[in-house]
């Protein structure tokens, strides 16, 4: 709406120079006024009526209704030049005369017909208003429609969750419940049956011990109170009592005196075991673990972070310094990290490796030769899962118990638990577990890895 006024012949009463016909023009485009909008309605429409006339000295007169309240030019004369103030200078963003436009502080700025400037400062209100009133209907609508609606959805959503927790805690309680019972039987049942056993074998051995003592004082007797001669000729019966006692046998311990540990045994505990674990307010993260730089086999390259081993298919030409606690021949490394105590859990990448090795082993584990001494899973100090030709297998005291998983696990978590000598194999995604063992360790453990494929990674 604003335009610089370029052609100004202004008759000036106080200028000599200046003749009747001479007359102001407008800048081009501002011949017209705006309507106003009909939303200030009762306001804008009495108040947006002016009236322009022309003056005896060719100046043009605006008017504006006071009633509007926005502007009004009658009475308001610029103090410099006399003349009424019925242009509005954006420059400066005031109202000033034409002579100040065109011989005044304003020449050259841009300026604007009072008139033109009302009625844009009306459309920019008008919008204003418009805008406004439209987001107070979509506010209100918001809070009639959506917020109304939410909170029925919010109940409902809330009942059903409220109802799934109940009914899933009922299931599992009862789950636990008939699994205490069954195992609590099992126990008692073993523990009976061990216990019968050592009545059994109490009551034998309390009776051959008998049977000794009475042979025993039966040969002393005869050898301290039997004639020479007679004894001479007693060789049949000394024989005859010293085969009885020989033939009471030597006592001897057995697995069948001790309660089996697999009467205690239950998938459904182990899973959740290993889920509040895993999962619970007081889950154990992964501790900031490396691999040993100095265990690494020749056969693999360790990251410069010291997280990653890579199987490397040809040998080195320069074989690396020796070290005592290298491995030589098997592509195996150990873990930084010593455990003989407390909760610790880890995770390895394994998604990139067809062939490898995850575990743990006693710091004592042979690192030298070929011999099954140095190989992981294949001794008793070291415990592993294994994954070769695409089967997976638990490998300890090189007796392997193959594993049947559902699918191929990209990571691979392990759970060591010193309290209940617990080692668990898992899938960090699913925390499901693909196999557990119970051992009594009995000496510090570290994590040991062997890969003959690609890498594997320790995640932090």
């Not at 360790?441 to 890498?455: M, Y």
Request: proline content about 5%; some cysteine.
């Amino acid at each position: 709406m604003t335009e610089e006024l370029t052609t100004c012949d202004l008759t000036c009463p106080s200028s000599p120079s200046a003749t009747e016909g001479n007359s102001f023009k407008k800048p081009s485009g501002m011949d017209g006024e705006q309507p106003i909008f009909s939303v200030l309605k009762g306001q804008g429409e009495a108040g947006a009526d002016t009236d322009a006339s022309t003056s005896p000295g060719g100046a043009t007169t605006t008017t504006t209704d006071t009633e509007s309240g926005i502007f009004s030019g009658e009475g308001e004369v610029c103090v410099e030049h006399e003349s009424e103030l019925d242009w509005f200078c954006g420059t400066e963003q005031k109202l000033i005369c034409s002579h100040c436009a065109i011989v005044g502080s304003c020449h050259g700025h841009t300026v604007t017909p009072l008139a033109d400037r009302v009625t844009a400062v009306r459309n920019q209100l008008v919008d204003v208003c418009e805008k406004i009133q439209l987001q107070a209907l979509r506010i209100e609508k918001f809070i009639d429609q959506t917020l109304t609606a939410k909170e029925q959805k919010l109940q409902t959503a809330a009942s059903s969750a409220r109802e799934q927790i109940l009914a899933q805690v009922s299931a599992a309680r009862e789950a636990l419940e008939e699994e205490e019972q069954r195992l609590l039987e099992q126990v008692h049942r073993e523990e009976e049956r061990v216990e019968q056993c050592l009545l059994t074998q109490r009551a034998h051995w309390s009776q051959a011990l008998a049977s000794l003592s009475q042979t025993r004082s039966g040969l002393v007797h005869m050898l301290t109170h039997t004639p020479d001669p007679q004894l001479a000729a007693s060789v049949q019966e000394i024989s005859e009592r010293v085969e009885e006692a020989e033939g009471v046998g030597e006592p001897c311990d057995t697995d069948k005196l001790n309660l089996n540990p697999d009467c205690s045994d239950s998938k459904l505990l182990r899973g959740l075991w290993a889920a509040a674990v895993l999962l619970g307010p007081n889950a154990y993260g992964s501790s900031y673990l490396k691999f040993d730089e100095r265990t690494v086999s020749p056969l693999l390259s360790l990251s410069e972070d010291f997280s990653t081993l890579t199987f490397l298919h040809k040998k080195p030409r320069q074989s690396p310094p020796y070290d005592p606690a290298r491995f030589d021949c098997w592509p195996n490394a150990l873990g930084s990290l010593s455990m003989s105590s407390g909760t610790h859990s880890w995770v390895m990448d394994v998604g990139q490796s067809a062939a490898f090795k995850v575990g743990v082993c006693y710091a004592s584990l042979e690192r030298k030769g070929s011999g099954n001494e140095a190989r992981l899973g294949n001794n008793s100090q070291s415990w592993v899962l294994s994954h070769y030709d695409g089967d997976y297998s638990f490998c300890h005291a090189g007796k392997n118990v193959p594993l049947q998983l559902v699918r191929r696990p990209e990571r691979i978590g392990l759970l060591l638990d010193f309290p209940s000598q617990t080692l668990m194999f898992y899938e960090p995604d699913s925390s499901a577990v693909l196999y557990s063992v119970t051992h009594q360790f009995k000496a510090p453990l570290v994590p040991a890895c062997a890969v003959t494929d690609r890498s594997i990674t320790i995640l932090h």
